[in-house]
């Protein structure tokens, strides 16, 4: 496939009005979701030395984002997205600033906890925000499938320049200043985003007298996959702690950052790819090959034993995430009422979250107990099980969509 073949489709996305501006402020506004929970785990383990503990606060602000970060994209559907990101982005400001100021300064244990819950609580997802918009532009399955891939891809560029900024700022400047670089990069593209009202899907309008009906948004194929991105996201958080963990025996830390960025560059080769291909089969069968490749592929880590083996490992394993994560929001997006497209976007990233919670603490205990070496049993184990949820889940799967009914817009409340 020639770069001419490769990248045309993604080149025609952005003839869509006003595509380039929220593509490239949402990419910026999602800078902390690869910054944010390696940078806590780095500040917390520089200022204790425990990596049980880094996780379980890096878990915290995980678990607080996924159950609120849903509520805010209902409010959006029911508001508009503008008004909810300017306030999410202020929320989170401040309260990741003090975040910070608590831990530094040595205050209680239970602040760092109650300040990581109230700052991840805050944060809006903002993958499911340009994905939102993406659907609400492209009439076609397959611009959208080219439009979320291209998506996919961006999170992965995050996510190979975002581990080792952190890393490097962490080692080399302060324990808190690759979090907070993080932080203060994405509240500017969250707030440049919101003013970007043209392009924000929608708002349903409920005629005067008239009660407004609550849209059904767990579907059985938002439930499959959100529960199967639950374990693909105890990988994610696993590999977080284990890496950092690994290159802090192998008595080269800065190496973790390298290593969790081949770990995305693997992803993001295979997300360009796989958003121009025209695949045979259903998106449902597209969803479980994609998790059993997933699971197959993840297994290589059980033999990692120098830094060296495991930067070639996160690149081969790196290449089975994009194609899932794209299969699995096509999916969901295709059998999802327009009325909630936000809201079940972000219940989709939600299953990924709670599972990076999970995976986080999981990892640090591990750690503490076995050692790194051994603790990449634990991503290992949950990809295998992210492809066993894929595959028992296919019966739900063959439930067809239900038919999605034309909404009634209000193009003012939209701007």
Do not use: K
């Not at 994209?73 to 100021?101: K, N």
């Not at 302060?174 to 043209?198: E, H, I, K, Y």
């Not at 120098?306 to 994009?322: D, H, P, T």
């Amino acid at each position: 496939m020639s770069p001419r073949t490769l990248f045309s489709p993604y080149a025609r996305l952005f003839a869509v009005p006003g595509a380039r501006a929220f593509s490239l402020a949402g990419w910026l506004a999602r800078i902390p979701m690869a910054t944010v929970g390696l940078g806590s785990i780095l500040l917390v383990e520089g200022e204790t030395g425990s990596y049980a503990l880094a996780g379980l606060v890096s878990g915290t602000l995980a678990l607080s984002f996924a159950l609120a970060s849903p509520q805010w994209a209902r409010l959006m559907d029911r508001r508009g997205q503008a008004p909810v990101l300017r306030l999410t982005s202020l929320a989170y400001l401040v309260l990741g600033i003090a975040f910070v100021a608590a831990v530094v300064a040595d205050a209680p244990l239970w602040s760092w906890f109650v300040l990581a819950a109230l700052s991840g609580a805050s944060g809006a997802n903002m993958g499911s925000v340009v994905r939102s918009r993406w659907a609400h532009a492209l009439p076609d399955q397959q611009q959208r499938q080219t439009a979320f891939a291209f998506e996919s891809v961006v999170d992965e560029v995050v996510f190979v320049v975002g581990p080792p900024t952190v890393t490097f700022l962490a080692a080399l400047v302060a324990p808190p200043a690759g979090f907070l670089a993080g932080l203060l990069v994405g509240v500017a593209g969250g707030l440049v985003l919101s003013g970007q009202v043209a392009t924000q899907p929608a708002v349903t309008v409920v005629p005067a007298g008239e009660r407004r009906v609550r849209t059904a948004v767990l579907s059985p194929a938002l439930v499959v996959v959100a529960v199967t991105y639950l374990a693909v996201g105890i990988v994610f958080g696993g590999m977080d702690v284990v890496v950092v963990g690994f290159a802090e025996e192998e008595g080269r830390p800065a190496a973790a950052g390298v290593a969790l960025a081949v770990y995305a560059a693997g992803s993001l080769v295979a997300g360009l790819v796989y958003g121009v291909l025209r695949l045979p089969g259903t998106l449902a069968a597209r969803f479980v090959g994609c998790a059993v490749v997933f699971g197959i592929a993840t297994q290589a880590l059980l033999v990692v034993g120098s830094l060296v083996w495991l930067v070639a490992v996160a690149f081969l394993a790196g290449l089975a995430i994009s194609p899932l994560l794209v299969a699995g929001m096509s999916l969901v997006e295709s059998r999802m009422d327009r009325a909630a497209l936000n809201e079940g976007l972000a219940w989709t990233a939600t299953g990924l979250t709670l599972g990076v919670t999970a995976g986080a603490a999981l990892a640090g205990a591990a750690v503490d107990a076995w050692g790194a070496q051994t603790a990449f049993a634990v991503p290992a184990v949950a990809a295998g099980l992210a492809g066993l949820l894929g595959v028992a889940g296919s019966g739900l799967l063959r439930t067809p969509a239900a038919a999605v009914e034309p909404v009634r817009t209000d193009s003012n409340l939209s701007r």
